[in-house]
């Protein structure tokens, strides 16, 4: 996922909610309003749990940055995912 979504989502959670989410756990949160807005475009009714672990006050540099606008994705080389992946123990 984009850095500028998940941060998106997270300073959507620290407006309604009052929790500043560690960017770990953004993507977390930004994957459960993709799948609320996919519900709300199907009509479907959902229970959404996500796991919001730790919280984002040793990244409020990063907050700053999103919030000037200065804040940029990077894109991770899908070689390097795969590589990685590759490295990953093989679970049965």
Do not use: W
Request: charged fraction near 20%; aromatic fraction near 8%.
């Amino acid at each position: 996922m984009a850095q500028l979504t998940t941060f998106e989502a997270s300073a959507l959670v620290a407006r309604t909610r009052g929790i500043i989410p560690a960017p770990e756990s953004s993507h977390a949160i930004r994957a459960a309003v993709n799948h609320a807005l996919q519900c709300r475009q199907t009509g479907r009714a959902e229970d959404i749990l996500f796991t919001l672990s730790g919280h984002g006050h040793f990244e409020m540099g990063a907050y700053d940055q999103y919030f000037a606008g200065k804040l940029e994705d990077h894109a991770y080389p899908s070689e390097d995912i795969a590589q990685a992946l590759e490295r990953l123990p093989k679970v049965q």
